[in-house]
């Protein structure tokens, strides 16, 4: 019998916001791409897909975003390890 459900929005349990910015900046530098927090807030809350490809968009940089945002999350884990 389920007795309960948990839903999380970004800060509510974690806020990992900071994290996941930090590690998208991180990879965009590798890419060549100086990306400053504030570069992702207009994306915030859209999805990952539009938060790291909207940054790309803004600096007129293609990236496959798969792979980039793979990229991302594994610079993330360490960050938050």
């Known amino acids: ?3 309960g459900v948990l839903f ?4 509510v349990l974690v806020d990992s916001e900071s994290y996941i910015c930090s590690a998208a ?5 590798e890419i060549g791409v100086i990306a400053l ?3 992702f807030k207009p994306f915030t809350g859209m999805g990952e897909n539009r938060y790291i490809g909207g940054v ?3 600096h007129c ?3 496959n975003i798969d ?3 793979a ?5 993330y884990e360490k960050l938050v390890a």
Do not use: N, S, W
């Open 61 to 63: 940089v293609q990236v």
């Open 67 to 69: 792979k980039v945002k």
């Open 1 to 3: 019998m389920i007795r």
């Open 8 to 11: 999380d929005m970004d800060g």
């Open 71 to 75: 990229r991302t999350y594994e610079l």
């Open 56 to 58: 790309a968009e803004k």
């Open 25 to 29: 900046i991180m990879m965009f530098k």
């Open 37 to 39: 927090p504030e570069d």
